[in-house]
């Protein structure tokens, strides 16, 4: 079956505007995580879904990083007033029910360049 | 919090000689573990996990790991490296609880396989 998409996949902005970035979860996946591949701070995590439960934020690095996820399904990571320490590939996840031992399946990812 | 430690960005094995990934997690409770590769470009396949249970777990294309409670770690080994092997590795780890749902990645390792 499909698996985790993410678009665009690459993206070119300028610093001070907003970017979304889009994840189409596999079908069927409850839990959504969004995580940050950067060269000076590796993997990191964002933000997490499951859900009808309100999101695991705690990854946000500041006020500017946003999310939703609409409908269970399709998630959007919002970057408001970018700025050039915002680049970096984002990678989508998801996972049956989010329980610990699940497999995350990741996307493709977008590569993001702030200039 | 737990960390993950991967001893070696850079790895260099000739082909068919023995691949020895090192990763090392730092957890009173041993937690879930993963293997991931990143190939160019691509997002991250799951290679192997361990949950519970046997602590030789096989993966994907020849590839194993041991968990080893009393060394805290979790290396991943191939008895005969291919070209098609070089990519970048990455452990990451996730609390055996039902609090914390992200994965914690170490900061990978870029395997070269050289004729």
């Known amino acids: 079956g499909a698996g985790v998409s993410q678009s665009p996949s690459n993206k070119v902005t300028e610093k001070g505007k907003d970017v979304e970035l889009r994840c189409d979860p596999i079908?069927?996946?409850?839990?959504l995580y969004w995580y940050r591949q950067s060269l000076g701070q590796g993997l990191e995590f964002l933000i997490y879904?499951?859900?009808?439960?309100?999101?695991?934020k705690s990854g946000l690095p500041s006020d500017r990083f946003s999310a939703e996820r609409t409908g269970g399904s399709v998630s959007t990571l919002t970057i408001q007033r970018t700025q050039q320490e915002d680049s970096a590939v984002y990678l989508c996840?998801?996972?049956?029910?989010?329980?610990?031992?699940?497999?995350?399946?990741f996307g493709p990812g977008t590569r993001l360049l702030v200039l | 919090a737990q960390s993950v430690t991967q001893l070696g960005s850079h790895v260099s094995v000739s082909e068919g000689a023995l691949v020895l990934l090192r990763c090392n997690y730092s957890?009173?409770?041993?937690?879930?573990l993963f293997w991931y590769v990143q190939y160019p470009n691509q997002g991250l396949q799951l290679l192997l996990k361990?949950?519970?249970?046997?602590?030789l777990v096989k993966g994907i294309n020849g590839f194993e790991a041991e968990f080893k409670k009393s060394e805290t770690s979790f290396h991943l080994t191939k008895p005969s490296a291919h070209m098609s092997d070089a990519a970048e590795y990455f452990c990451?780890?996730?609390?055996?609880?039902?609090?914390?749902?992200?994965?914690?990645f170490g900061k990978g390792t870029s395997l070269l396989v050289t004729p």
């Open positions: 079908s069927g996946h409850t839990a």
């Open positions: 879904f499951q859900g009808n439960s309100a999101p695991d």
């Open positions: 957890s009173s409770v041993p937690p879930y």
């Open positions: 996840a998801s996972s049956w029910a989010g329980t610990g031992e699940e497999t995350q399946y």
């Open positions: 361990y949950t519970t249970g046997a602590t």
């Open positions: 990451a780890v996730r609390p055996n609880s039902n609090s914390g749902y992200a994965l914690n």
